[in-house]
């Protein structure tokens, strides 16, 4: 969520930024703003009252021990009135504080300086491409052929289970799928990351505290009964692990990573771009998540964006970086990168991971606050990342390894799994 004073004292840069990302409500701006005003005002009317009942109290005591009764009750008749006032007035600004906190949820976070101008993915940036891209022999198939072929996913028994988009792992498939998990932690914990296991449901606070809502709840599960929300990504619980909480300057970066399933209801269209693994209800992830100083979160992303392009390279598998455009991205990223996988059988880029800087926008909601040197409070900035998303690396790492012996496992990998084919 923005900081209303940022917004009034830098109208202009505003709007000018949420143009980049095409935001379509622009007059919430001046809204905002005049609320801000009558908010200030308000509160200003109320303290003034506030401030002459208070001395007319003083006063009245000061003139009942002075004997003085009469002046003492003359005066007490005003009180009745300023109290009457103050209670209006203190409800006139409740009021207007909802009003202000409903449209502020309501603007997304403003773009980074180096955030493009687009309006679809084909406008987004690519920073850098690395590795080759493997050329397959004609007898190549996909992924989805792939796992029927060796017994590693069953789809089918997971639309029997479930429904579609909850795949079932079986033999090697599932034996691959725990390796990745374990190889992806290790290499967190390697980079400073301490891991944590978290709860998969969260309340409505947590998933408003990481700007999850009210953004995207046709896109999370929820259970009524209870109020809770299936978790899309462990950012939501791992970020919430510090809402409301005053770090010490010294305690930052704070480095958390997690393993969990993964639930969205998304998942649209129909056709090969969304076949197999290219697009599920569930999927397993390791996120790695940040609570930076702000001097330090771009410095933060960049390393964070080195460290999921150094798992690609470990696993042998080509990849792209790309800067989205304003478009593209999220409610309330500042910047974020996209991963992106060559799937040889496809023959198309496959996302594998966001990493995303939200500065304050999430800090403000959550209340996450550090103390400065000068002892003071301030927001800190929160980032987080997939490292990895695991349902298209394994597409890309069965469909690129694919052999007529069978499909190798990439070397970094055998020590987790305990085979090197998959046959």
């Known amino acids: 969520m923005l900081q209303v004073s940022y917004i009034r004292d830098n ?16 007059e919430l701006v001046d809204e905002i703003i005049q609320l801000d005003e009558k908010r200030r005002l308000t509160q200003t009317q109320m303290d003034s009252v506030s401030a002459q009942a208070n001395a007319a109290a003083k006063q009245i005591g000061e003139l009942m021990r002075a004997g003085k009764k009469e002046d003492a009750e003359a005066l007490k008749a005003n ?10 007035l203190g409800e006139q600004l409740t009021l207007v504080e909802e009003e202000l906190y409903q449209k502020l949820v309501l603007l997304p976070n403003l773009p980074h300086s180096s955030v493009p101008k687009g309006l679809t993915p084909e ?46 792992y079986k033999n090697k498939g599932a034996k691959l799928q725990r390796a990745l998990i374990n190889f992806f932690i290790d290499e967190a914990e390697k980079a400073g990351y301490s891991e944590v296991s978290v709860p998969l449901m969260v309340n409505e606070a947590s998933g408003f505290g990481t700007s999850q809502l009210p953004d995207k709840e046709g896109q999370m599960y929820f259970v009524g009964i209870d109020n809770l929300y299936l978790i899309p990504t462990a950012e939501v619980p791992v970020t919430n692990l510090y809402r409301d909480v005053i770090l010490r300057a010294d305690e930052l970066p704070v480095k958390n990573c997690a393993h969990t399933p993964c639930f969205r209801r998304e998942a649209g269209s129909y056709g090969a771009h969304v076949r197999g693994l290219n697009r599920l209800h569930q999927f397993d992830k390791v996120e790695i998540v940040q609570i930076a100083h702000p001097d330090n979160s771009y410095e933060t992303l960049e390393q964070m964006s080195t460290h999921v392009q150094g798992l690609l390279q470990k696993l042998g598998l080509p990849y792209r970086v790309l800067r989205l455009c304003g478009g593209d991205m999220g409610f309330g990223s500042a910047l974020t990168y996209d991963m992106e996988t060559w799937s040889a059988a496809q023959q198309r880029w496959l996302e594998v991971s966001s990493v995303s800087n ?17 002892g003071k409070t301030q927001l800190a900035h929160t980032l987080n990342g997939s490292a990895l998303a695991l349902p298209r690396i394994v597409a890309t790492l069965l469909e690129n390894n694919q052999t007529e012996k069978g499909i190798k496992i990439p070397e970094v990998l055998v020590p987790y799994t305990k085979f090197e084919w998959i046959d």
Not at 79 to 88: I, L, M, Y
Not at 136 to 143: C, G, N, Q, R, V
């Open 11 to 26: 109208r202009e840069q505003v709007l000018e930024r949420l143009a980049v990302k095409n935001f379509k409500q622009p």
């Open 123 to 168: 406008d987004n940036e690519v920073v850098l491409e690395n590795g080759a891209k493997p050329v397959l022999p004609e007898s190549a198939i996909p992924h989805w052929e792939l796992a029927a072929k060796y017994n590693l996913i069953d789809f089918e028994l997971g639309v029997k289970i479930t429904g579609a988009g909850f795949p079932v």
């Open 358 to 374: 939200f500065e304050t926008f999430q800090s403000n909601r959550l209340k996450l606050r550090f103390r400065n040197a000068e």
């Open 79 to 88: 009180t009745g009135a300023w109290k009457s006032e103050v209670q209006a």
